[in-house]
Structure formats: structure tokens, C-alpha cells
């Protein structure tokens, strides 16, 4: 995560929220970096959350706060970062989540040549 310039966090939706291993390396590279001065300033970072049904938001909603708080420059898409799927391979049927994540994935490219130059 310190050498990279563009951090993408990704996961399920449980509870209406994050997955306890996203929330254990949240809570330990964010403490880490807030001790050593923000060491994720400036970088671009992307949240994507898998739902199956409802809650998703907040779950996005959760790994958008730790960005904010650290620094992070958080580009958007044509919708809230959520693809619709239970099993695996299942969220490519979700047309609307697989464009979305496209244009996610244009926009995170765009900024990340203009930053890096
Ligand atoms: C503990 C737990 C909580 C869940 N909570 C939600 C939920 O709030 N909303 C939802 O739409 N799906 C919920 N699901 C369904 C998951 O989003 C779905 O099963 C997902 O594919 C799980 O991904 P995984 O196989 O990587 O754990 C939950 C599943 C689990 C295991």
C-alpha cells in the first residue's frame, strides 16, 4: 500500500458492512500510516463492495471514510461502486455493476496519469 499509487479496497457485504478482514487491515495500515505522518496522502483509492441483496451502500460508505480521513483522492463513476451478485462469477451477469466498475476503472487510470505525470 506505501508503494503503490493508487489503492483499491474491496468486499462482501456482511451486515450491511465490510468483512472483518477488510476492517482488521483497515484499522492496522490506517493506524499505521496516521503514526508515520498519513502515509497514504495523495494516493487515488477506490472502494468496490459485493451485496447480495441490500446494505452495500454502507459498506461502501466504509471504506470511502477510512480513504477520506488518510488523505486519500477518492475518483467516482457513473454510480456508487456496488456489484449485485451471491455466488462467484454470478456479479457478471449485474450489467449495470460490470459498467460501472469500467468506468471506475477509466476514471482511477485518467487521474492517476495526471498525478503521476
Ligand atoms: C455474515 C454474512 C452477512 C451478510 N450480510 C449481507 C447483507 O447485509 N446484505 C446482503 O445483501 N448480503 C449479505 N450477505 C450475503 C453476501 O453478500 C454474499 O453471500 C456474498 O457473496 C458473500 O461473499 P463471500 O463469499 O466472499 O463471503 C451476507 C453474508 C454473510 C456470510
New binding site residues.
Partial sequence: MIEADGIILAS??????I?PELKALIDCAGMVAKANGDLFKRKIGAAIV???????IH?FDSINHFFLISQLIVPGSSYWNIG?????G?VKSDQEGVQIMMTLGKNMAWLLKKITG
Fill in positions: 462482501p457485504t456482511y451486515f450491511a458492512d468483512s459485493a451485496v447480495r441483496r441490500a446494505g452495500g459498506a449485485i451478485g451471491r455466488e462467484k454470478e
